[in-house]
């Protein structure tokens, strides 16, 4: 469904496009993440313990940054996560007001438990595109994330790539622009 906005040509397709993102990414998450309460996480804890099981201990703010929530946010998912003894904290001798999470064993452990399920999930719900789909999606939702531009001749290279891309084709190597 989407909008029932009266506007511009540019604004119903932009605020439809949205809509439809949007659901898309809240039905698809919501789908994807349901094992997780099997294991007692939730979406955010999962992923300070993923960042801490593949990029070592971090400081509080940079585990923050990385699944884009805000340092009080973290601090409440880390606090949670300490009382369950599957992370700990550990103050910077230099500089007090940094404080530096890693995994305890038992949140190594439960990772290492969750992190195959999680993959699993994950690819079974991207598995209705096929692998081109996912690629051209892939560089649409960076986009969009970081807000590139993209140089008009730049993008109508991209769009012919992933016409091709679509239909089956490989594209041309020399028209390929890279991403």
């Known amino acids: 469904m989407?909008?029932?906005?009266k506007g511009?040509?540019?604004?119903?397709?932009?605020?439809?496009?949205?809509?439809?993102?949007?659901?898309a990414a809240?039905?698809?998450?919501?789908?994807?993440?349901?094992?997780?309460?099997?294991?007692?996480?939730?979406?955010?804890?999962?992923?300070?313990l993923d960042i801490l099981f593949h990029f070592g201990p971090l400081p509080l703010g940079q585990i923050a940054e990385k699944i884009l929530k805000s340092e009080g946010n973290m601090t409440t998912v880390v606090d949670n996560l300490e009382r369950r003894k599957l992370v700990q904290r550990e103050r910077n001798g230099r500089d007090r007001r940094v404080v530096t999470v890693s995994l305890a064993e038992e949140g190594h452990k439960l990772i290492s438990e969750v992190l195959p399920r999680h993959i699993k999930a994950i690819v079974e719900e991207m598995s209705l595109l096929t692998p081109v789909e996912q690629e051209v999606l892939g560089r649409l939702c960076r986009r969009l994330g970081k807000q590139?531009?993209?140089?008009?001749?730049?993008?109508?290279?991209?769009?012919?790539?992933?016409?091709?891309?679509?239909?089956?084709?490989?594209?041309?190597?020399?028209?390929?622009?890279?991403s």
Request: aromatic share 6%; net charge negative; proline share 4%.
């Open 148 to 178: 590139e531009q993209v140089a008009p001749a730049q993008e109508n290279g991209l769009l012919e790539q992933d016409e091709e891309t679509l239909k089956g084709k490989q594209p041309d190597q020399d028209s390929v622009v890279r």
């Open 26 to 48: 809240d039905s698809t998450v919501a789908r994807a993440t349901q094992h997780l309460s099997s294991a007692g996480l939730t979406f955010s804890q999962y992923g300070v």
């Open 8 to 23: 511009t040509p540019d604004e119903v397709r932009a605020i439809n496009a949205y809509i439809k993102l949007q659901r």
């Open 2 to 5: 989407g909008t029932h906005y």
